[in-house]
């Protein structure tokens, strides 16, 4: 048998052989999935792209991890769902019509059948017989009778509220996408815009999206932390202080009702209601100069501790209702409106923003709270104590311990009826208007008489005209298409207007993943029987950057969809992956830095699997992957290797597998053992931890082994059976990574069933285990020997040998032993 570094006219045909495999997989439907109750379902799925026009190498990781595990719990036994899709409405498609002079569904459609055939390229097993794009009338058809029952439920209002514009995109964005004051689409300066909105109850939601927190134990801790912090829950008393001359009281919201004896001085949001009171004082210009410099710096949406603490005093005073002290009341830059009342008591001596806004307005500074074994002088701090403690200079509370004192205050508020305790939260319901064309329309009609009427259920769906087109500045057609716009109402049959605006793209988003189950079910919105076979995802994957929008958005969704009674579930995704980035040359792929690498020229030089192997190899999947184009030739020339050894003994390679035998020589044992080894390795990395690039890495080792005992021309030859079965474990390890490689291969030796039908290969433990194992003696922490043993040899023999050895007697004789160090299966430290 012959080496793989002979015969090298051999080519690595890729372009023939991927075109000949994937004309294969669609012929046959290969991937085509259905319901069977008994089989074990595994339902994976990668986030869908937008069409933008072209898969980049994100895409390409994101796909290829996702395949590879995909075609893994296939062929363990899975009935897998593996579907693909198009998050086509929204934005980017949008601009970029524009920016090309077309429609919008011109360019989206288009993008889908270009980027899906790149897709395809790629090799990946998706089922195509369940693809769906949002754009599509029959798809938000049913997104539009969501809405309607979430607002005759309760979960959607419409309401005047000061939004987040962007005048680039000429539309509302949610808070969660306004990033650092700037649009998360074109990184436009947002403005603030008073206008009426739709928006959906996801606070109703809050306390069970937090809870539930704790249930994805599949998730990354990083992700949950990210949506708890988010959520924002807070529990303390609200407290009501009367305003000093006058009739209005202030109601604050405190998570350290024990501080309230220290309270100094009110801090507001500058558009709260008693700003108002200002007009009258002498303050009043500073104070409205204040509010506008506040309204517009707020857009930067910077976390507190970047923004410069500023207020200004409103000429105004409160009286603290538990010691009657007066206290200044100041608008302040850092309190928002939406938490909470807009309005907080500030305790300087126990919050170190308070501190230091008391140290730069030169207010005063009282302790009430000091530490079990010290006292405070409020005069010498430096910085806030927050810590919990015992409760002094507070009347009847003084002694108390912080956390009774919380309980003792609060209860004392709401028998004297000055307060009561509350749980706040910072999450904000979702506001889903935009005032773009492509998206789904909202199905409301405003009848003068009736007022806002629901679109009936059986006049779904509200199609969006595709004979309108916005202009060139990015102006939805619908606020002036008649045709679009005029209609009936249907409670009194008179004259309305549709509603103008459409829905969120992330309201698309957030139920995809259950019409992958049925989209082709034309009755309802969802077949409750399959769906409730499919769902909960068992794996997705996707980035980061997607933790609190997205996958927030997603969680309501499900339950809110569980509550209408379209589905079982609780939540969306049993388990998530958030891959890292693909970088070059130290940052992210982009354009705008001239270091895209185009993965359309990859596949076209190298092949797919060439392109799946490196991006898989390159880094483990949640770390940033650096792009190396010596990675690339190296994935190459693995591949090239394996394909011209199995090429040059294909004959020999060919037939059917036989027993392997029982008295197997020293080359043939060490790579029937490798075999072993290398399928247990492979398993758990796959199975467990997604390590693909150890997985890689293992089967490398076992062709680098084999190709190297094939060369080998000592006396003994490998006994034949031994290498077919470490050629055909290698192929079957290495499928789903480079799956036209190894089907072709497969094909190649002889083998009648497809690979993608065979299942994954079991290790036999006895074959797995080592013969010998090194040992290394030491004599006092130095290396004085090296002993082959058995591997399951005990600690007690292990001694033993080791103080026989006679390379350690030279170093132990007539010297007392103080004791032996056994690091099993590794080391022997015998100290003298």
């Not at 008391?358 to 810590?387: C, G, H, S, W």
């Not at 209860?411 to 935009?434: N, V």
């Not at 059986?458 to 969006?464: A, E, H, I, M, S």
């Amino acid at each position: 048998m012959s080496s793989s570094s002979s015969k090298d006219s051999v080519r690595y045909d890729f372009t023939l052989i991927e075109g000949k495999w994937q004309k294969h997989w669609h012929s046959q439907k290969t991937f085509k999935v259905t319901e069977d109750p008994g089989q074990k379902k595994y339902y994976l799925l990668e986030m869908f792209p937008y069409p933008s026009g072209r898969i980049h190498m994100g895409h390409v990781r994101n796909y290829s991890i996702g395949d590879v595990i995909a075609r893994f719990k296939r062929m363990y036994g899975y009935n897998v769902l593996h579907p693909m899709g198009w998050d086509a409405f929204g934005l980017p498609a949008e601009n970029a019509a524009l920016k090309h002079d077309t429609h919008p569904a011109e360019w989206t459609y288009e993008n889908i059948d270009y980027m899906k055939k790149q897709l395809q390229k790629m090799g990946f097993s998706y089922d195509w017989d369940r693809e769906l794009a949002t754009c599509d009338p029959a798809y938000y058809r049913w997104e539009q009778l969501f809405f309607i029952k979430m607002y005759d439920k309760g979960l959607v209002y419409r309401k005047m509220t000061t939004v987040n514009w962007c005048e680039s995109c000429q539309t509302v964005l949610a808070n969660e996408q306004v990033i650092d004051g700037l649009c998360w689409r074109c990184d436009s300066q947002v403005h603030p815009q008073d206008m009426h909105g739709w928006f959906f109850r996801i606070t109703d939601y809050a306390d069970e999206l937090l809870e539930e927190c704790d249930n994805l134990t599949g998730w990354p801790e990083k992700v949950l932390t990210m949506q708890r912090n988010w959520i924002g829950k807070s529990i303390g008393a609200e407290i009501d202080f009367p305003v000093e001359n006058s009739d209005k009281v202030l109601k604050i919201f405190t998570t350290r009702p024990d501080t309230i004896f220290g309270a100094t001085f009110m801090s507001v949001a500058p558009e709260h209601p008693i700003v108002g009171l200002s007009k009258d004082t002498e303050q009043a210009e500073d104070v409205a100069r204040f509010v506008a410099e506040t309204k517009n710096a707020r857009q930067q949406q910077k976390t507190e501790e970047e923004v410069e603490k500023e207020g200004v005093f409103i000429g105004h005073y409160c009286i603290n209702p538990f010691n009657g002290n007066r206290i200044p009341i100041f608008a302040a830059n850092f309190v928002l409106m939406e938490y909470g009342t807009g309005a907080v008591m500030a305790v300087p001596a126990h919050d170190q923003r308070d501190f230091e806004f008391a140290r730069k307005y030169n207010l005063p500074v009282k302790v009430v709270i000091r530490p079990v074994e010290e006292q405070l002088d409020a005069a010498n701090m430096t910085a806030a104590f927050e810590e919990p403690g015992i409760l002094s200079q507070s009347d009847q509370f003084s002694g108390l311990d912080s956390e009774d004192g919380k309980k003792a205050i609060t209860a004392f508020a709401e028998e004297k009826g000055i307060g009561s305790g509350k749980t706040t939260y910072r999450l904000r319901d979702w506001g889903i208007s935009r005032q773009r064309y492509w998206g789904a329309p909202i199905p409301m009609l405003h009848c003068s008489k009736c007022g806002m009427q629901p679109v009936p259920e059986k006049d779904l769906p509200v199609l969006l005209p595709v004979d309108a087109k916005p202009d060139k500045s990015g102006r939805s057609p619908l606020h002036s298409l008649e045709s679009f716009y005029n209609t009936k109402c249907p409670a009194c049959g008179g004259e309305a207007k549709r509603e103008t605006d459409t829905m969120d793209t992330f309201v698309e988003s957030s139920w995809y993943f259950a019409r992958y189950a049925c989209p082709d079910y034309t009755d309802d919105a969802l077949d409750r029987q399959k769906v409730d076979y499919w769902l909960p995802v068992d794996q997705y994957i996707g980035g980061v950057e997607h933790a609190i929008l997205h996958l927030l958005y997603a969680r309501f969704f499900t339950k809110v969809l569980r509550d209408l009674d379209y589905i079982s579930g609780h939540e969306p995704f049993e388990n998530l992956l958030t891959q890292g980035m693909v970088i070059k040359d130290g940052a992210k792929m982009s354009k705008s830095k001239g270091n895209v690498v185009d993965p359309s020229e990859l596949i076209e030089k190298y092949g797919a699997d060439t392109v799946r192997l490196f991006s898989l190899f390159a880094a483990p999947p949640e770390r940033d992957l650096e792009w190396s184009d010596q990675g690339v030739e190296g994935a190459s020339r693995f591949l090239n290797r394996v394909f011209r050894f199995i090429l040059n003994n294909k004959e020999s390679l060919s037939g059917h597998s036989e027993p392997i035998p029982g008295n197997l020589n020293e080359k043939s044992r060490a790579l029937h053992r490798k075999t072993h080894q290398t399928i247990r390795k492979v398993t758990q990395d796959l199975e467990n931890e997604f390590h693909f690039n150890t997985a890689i890495s293992a089967i490398m080792e076992l062709v680098n082994l084999m190709l190297s005992l094939v060369s080998d021309e000592s006396e003994h030859d490998i006994t034949l059976p031994v290498i077919k079965e470490a050629v055909d474990t290698t192929l079957l390890l290495l499928y789903p990574m480079t799956p036209h490689f190894c089907s072709e291969l497969w094909e190649v030796i002889g083998h009648d069933e497809y690979l993608e039908d065979q299942p994954w290969p079991s290790f036999d433990r006895e074959s797995a285990k080592e013969e010998e194992i090194t040992v290394v003696i030491q004599v006092n922490g130095k290396v004085r020997s090296r002993l082959l043993v058995a591997p399951d040899v005990e600690d007690e023999k292990l001694q033993q040998l080791a103080l026989e050895d006679d390379k350690v007697q030279k170093f132990v004789a007539g010297k007392p032993i103080r004791k032996v160090i056994i690091v099993p299966r590794k080391l022997v430290n015998v100290v003298v």
